[in-house]
């Protein structure tokens, strides 16, 4: 067992052999920040300050920069002595936060070519609290699960939305395609992740590709209920064609209702001469030349939250504590 103390707080934790950091973390009652927990996404990013580690496998969503300067993935990361370790962020988790509820699905929806949007309602009387941006798993018959992101505001606690995008061959897209009927029952657990929405104290941005956009959309409307900020919104959101921004006509309801609340669609193949075109990280390069004083909130495939962060920062000035991400990763990535 090795000790590990976070630097600047009066937190230590244990660690048993074998378990990574993050894992060692969320057990002793402390959440660390992540998303993949594969390497893959870079979210859960820490200093190593003192002590040495060691990786089943070498973390990529590193650069070598970063290495040389003692960053390390928590959730790959294992202590081979005490350590010492600089966080982004920790909290305290409530361990009776987490819930398993068998969930009706009660509206089922395709609204584009690959998306759909369902609905789910908990059983009576239960209610499941989270913060907005967070997301759910849904157990697999063959045991798996796959992870969506609340899209409905967290303070409609009887039942969540999610967007589901299809991919060929994906078990719970061929569930979808198949055989889903309104009126199955789901098991899933929630509330799960570190993207939701901290204290507001910045301009505030949000890039999002794809169903990207469902944790935005709970954070806005949670918003809208407990009072939209007074400071500048944008939602930048990315799309191979026009209907990949399945929802734009509810997103541009916002920017009429809002005056501070700008609405960015960004196509990276369809050209309709209208919205703009290109990588949905490069249109915001194009239109801040700093992000020394915005805060980020980046959602979506992790080749584009990889690169926002790596660009944001290196030629944006964002410092790495205004970014906060949830990376989707396909099963070919892990
Ligand atoms: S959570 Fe560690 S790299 Fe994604």
């Not at 941006?133 to 992870?147: A, E, K, M, T, V």
């Not at 990889?306 to 396909?330: E, T």
């Amino acid at each position: 067992m090795t000790k590990v103390i976070v630097d600047g707080t009066d937190i230590v934790f244990e660690c048993e052999s074998g378990q990574t950091i993050l894992e060692s973390a969320k057990r002793a009652g402390y959440a660390l920040p992540y998303s993949c927990r594969n390497g893959v996404c870079g979210s859960c990013k820490g200093v190593v300050k003192e002590g040495s580690i060691a990786f089943d496998r070498e973390p990529g969503a590193l650069t070598d920069e970063e290495r040389s300067n003692g960053w390390t993935l928590f959730c790959q990361a294992r202590a081979e002595t005490d350590l010492t370790i600089q966080v982004t962020s920790i909290d305290r988790m409530n361990p009776d936060a987490v819930k398993k509820v068998r969930a009706k699905l009660y509206k089922l929806d395709r609204v584009s070519d690959d998306v759909s949007i369902l609905s789910l309602r908990f059983p009576a009387g239960v209610r499941v609290k989270f913060k907005a941006g967070q997301y759910l798993n849904i157990q697999l018959r063959d045991g798996g699960f796959r992870s969506y992101s609340m899209a409905s505001p967290s303070h409609q606690t009887d039942s969540v939305q999610l967007h589901v995008r299809h991919v060929t061959g994906g078990a719970f897209s061929s569930y979808l395609e198949e055989t889903a009927c309104v009126g199955d029952y789901l098991s899933i657990e929630l509330p799960l992740g570190s993207f939701y929405l901290r204290e507001i104290s910045k301009p505030l941005l949000f890039v999002v590709s794809g169903t990207g956009f469902a944790p935005v959309k709970s954070i806005i409307e949670t918003l809208m209920k407990s009072g939209f900020p007074s400071v500048p919104v944008y939602l930048y959101w990315g799309g191979r064609r026009k209907v990949d921004i399945y929802l734009a006509s509810l997103a541009q309801k916002w920017a009429s209702r809002f005056p501070n609340f700008t609405f960015v669609p960004v196509l990276s193949e369809e050209k309709n001469g209208v919205d703009r075109e290109g990588l949905v990280h490069n249109a915001v390069m194009d239109d801040f030349a700093s992000l020394e004083n915005v805060d980020v909130y980046v959602c979506g495939v992790s080749a584009m939250v990889n690169a926002a962060r790596k660009d944001f920062m290196q030629l944006r000035d964002l410092p790495g504590n205004s970014f906060y991400c949830d990376a989707f990763v396909m099963s070919s990535e892990l």
